[in-house]
């Protein structure tokens, strides 16, 4: 399957998901991210803002959970810039700094820039990923050219609410995950230079 198709079926997959499946899934990606993620060398944690109509994983557990018990830690979320292609990223300041934008996305609507050279974590948005760490998002390449300008030891770590799919093809722009969780795993990539 190509990454059209792979995009489609995810997308469908997802939709099938029942109310309680898809809010079940997300609590477990959630304990499975504190489970197996060491947060004290984290100092600034980038995330994407779930897209709950499109059934993305639920980060806003996550984004909570971190508020209260990792004060250490500086949220940093997305905006997607049209003209130029790509995110600008913002400090998290609280829920009055966010408005929906003409996809129905929260985002930012001012703050404090966060560098991308900064970020220690991206929490990445994804419909699919395989046992390499290759992904399929949604085809507008904002990730991946968000990832390149990160700093080369910053851990990328995808959510999905399904399993990983056999193998999925790779162009050379694309950036490899380092760690995927999934509602029943956490899956480590071993990334190659």
Wanted: neutral net charge.
């Amino acid at each position: 399957m190509n990454k059209i198709e792979l995009r489609k079926l995810y997308l469908e997959k997802r939709q099938a998901l029942t109310e309680a499946e898809y809010l079940q899934r997300s609590h477990r990606i959630c304990e499975f991210f504190f489970a197996s993620i060491d947060l004290s060398f984290i100092k600034v944690l980038h995330t994407f803002l779930p897209i709950t109509e499109k059934k993305e994983p639920d980060t806003w557990l996550i984004i909570d959970r971190i508020r209260r018990e990792f004060p250490h830690i500086r949220l940093v979320v997305p905006r997607i810039n049209d003209q130029q292609g790509e995110l600008e990223n913002f400090f998290f300041e609280g829920l009055h700094q966010l408005q929906k934008n003409k996809w129905g996305i929260d985002e930012p609507k001012q703050g404090v820039p966060a560098p991308p050279e900064k970020i220690d974590m991206v929490l990445v948005p994804l419909l699919a990923f395989d046992k390499h760490g290759n992904r399929v998002g949604y085809g507008k390449g904002y990730y991946d050219k968000f990832l390149s300008g990160c700093k080369p030891e910053v851990s990328k770590v995808g959510l999905s609410l399904f399993d990983p799919y056999e193998n999925i093809p790779s162009d050379p722009f694309d950036v490899i995950l380092t760690h995927c969780i999934t509602s029943v795993a956490f899956y480590s990539f071993q990334i190659s230079h």
